[in-house]
């Protein structure tokens, strides 16, 4: 009897041993496959569902393994080497044997929930209208399903520039009366105003995934400026290295292939500087964050490779880069702030997670808008996390004359079928880093995915008006049905705080 309880001891161990063991190796070969090109996602940022069918099909075609199923479907009929480029990012050959493979795969599915935790949202808000003086105004100015992909006011010449996915691009009166309307090759995603009232437009060249290098850079005539754009989303204009001449720096969000550039102006042409050549640049803040004189770049990545990246200007074009943050790439960064909302005297980062057009198409728990607060040395660190499913944009401003800054964000992946309020939610700021959800009834029109902020009627407060554009993932088909019914693709925010 006690050799046999030994003998089953013993086996036991040995299990017990080889489990741990192995893993262990699995974790290690998890951290360092799919750690090499973005941050460690663990296996409990998705459910078993999401890794087995979706996200390790594709992890395995970046490996090199032989399935390139997935990664072709995305692909819609592009070759996956054509380019000469994806060839370098996406190894023909596999990078690690069969069974190193399986264990990866083993430790995700294992250790995966079966379903994600559910979001900590508040179970309810308080209404908008209790606390801000919004007049609201729905506009239907497209006569069909909204497609807002621009929403732009410029201050110099009090006028809105608004364009869809079909690259119209109208003009409008400070008050939304028509001007004009231009339609442009293919959609519009940045644009930037000269002072003679011409401009400059970002075409994407096709807005659906692609690694295409179709986009490009037009002026107000739609003449080419700069070809060759990989679906490009924003655009600033100015000098970078200080010989007196507008340079322009774009980012080519692309898809598997994507970069960060800066063209410097030439006589008469423009020469590329690659500040990152990779996918999912999505928006710049260009400023003197060091007081040298230079203006440096912000950038956040999206795009697998979620992260805050600062480009420190040294003068005549060379730049020094620092990465201050760096997010799981399952959170579907979308858009970021750099402001002082603690009112130390030194800026913070705000941060909205919450893009769900990706293959993980399942609530996450961990949507919503980040504080990440600044130690005055440039070291950054999350103090808030307020949670909200498909937080997609920001717009920070002092929108109830308190002092202080409160936060608007749309969320084009709330949960509409329980909560279409949750569309668009107006945060106060309380104080010592707290903040107060508010939502409206008016706003549960549209899915509105652009917002742009500024006194546009002149009277000395913040406006906000927000641009829907309806698609048809991860919504009711009655909810989808009643937007459209509604007729509703800009929604004005007009603040009267001024004149309470």
């Known amino acids: 009897m006690r050799l046999s309880f030994l003998s089953l001891a013993l086996i036991l161990f040995v299990f017990i041993e080889f489990s741990c063991s192995n893993s262990d190796k699995s974790e290690r070969l998890a951290e360092r496959s799919c750690g090499s090109c973005h941050q460690f996602p663990k296996p409990e940022l998705l459910d078993k569902a999401t890794w087995q069918e ?39 050959e596999p990078q690690i044997s069969d069974k190193d493979w399986q264990l990866i795969q083993n430790y995700y599915i294992d250790n995966a929930p079966q379903k994600l935790s559910v979001t900590s949202e508040p179970s309810s808000y308080e209404n908008l209208e209790t606390k801000f003086s919004f007049h609201t105004k729905k506009l239907n100015t497209l006569k069909r399903p909204a497609s807002n992909t621009l929403i732009h006011f410029e201050k110099s010449n009090n006028q809105f520039y608004i364009s869809d996915q079909d690259g119209l691009l109208s003009t409008y009166t400070s008050d939304l ?113 060091n007081q040298d004189g230079l203006i440096d770049i912000i950038v956040l990545m999206t795009q697998g490779n979620e992260a805050v990246y600062y480009f420190q200007n040294l003068g005549k074009g060379e730049f020094k880069l620092s990465q201050w943050l760096t997010l799981p790439p399952v959170y579907g960064s979308s858009d970021f702030e750099w402001v002082d909302v603690n009112d130390d005297g030194f800026k913070d980062i705000i941060i909205a997670s919450g893009d769900n057009g990706d293959f993980s198409l399942i609530r996450k728990p961990y949507h919503g808008v980040r504080i990440f607060i600044n130690n005055k040395k440039n070291n950054f660190s999350e103090e808030v996390f307020l949670p909200l499913n498909g937080a997609t944009g920001l717009a920070v401003a002092d929108f109830d004359g308190d002092g202080d800054l409160d936060l608007a964000v749309t969320a084009n992946f709330a949960e509409f079928s329980e909560n279409p309020q949750r569309g668009f939610v107006l945060y106060d700021n309380l104080g010592n880093l707290q903040f107060k959800p508010y939502i409206s009834n008016k706003t549960d029109t549209g899915r509105w995915l652009v917002m742009e902020k500024g006194d546009f009627d002149g009277d000395g407060d913040i406006d906000i008006i927000l641009g829907s554009h309806l698609i048809n993932l991860m919504v009711e088909r009655e909810t989808l049905i009643k937007w459209k019914n509604a007729q509703v693709d800009l929604m004005l925010l007009e603040n009267k705080t001024i004149t309470k």
């Open 54 to 92: 979706h996200v390790l099909p594709r992890m395995g075609a970046w490996l090199g393994m032989p399935d390139k199923t997935m990664l072709l479907r995305d692909m819609k009929g592009e070759s996956i080497y054509a380019d000469g480029i994806s060839d370098k990012l996406i190894p023909k």
């Open 177 to 289: 009366q028509k001007i004009d309307s231009t339609k442009f090759g293919s959609t519009i995603s940045s644009i930037t105003i000269n002072k003679n009232a011409d401009f400059e437009a970002l075409l994407m060249g096709r807005i659906r995934p692609t690694n295409e290098p179709i986009g490009s850079l037009v002026n107000s005539n739609n003449d080419d400026i700069i070809k060759g754009l990989f679906r490009p989303v924003y655009l600033e204009k100015l000098d970078l290295n200080q010989d007196q001449q507008e340079d322009y720096l774009i980012a080519n969000f692309g898809y598997h292939i994507g970069r960060l550039s800066w063209y410097e102006k030439k006589d008469d042409s423009f020469e590329e500087h690659i500040l990152l050549p990779v996918a999912g640049p999505i928006k710049t803040i260009t400023e003197d964050v």
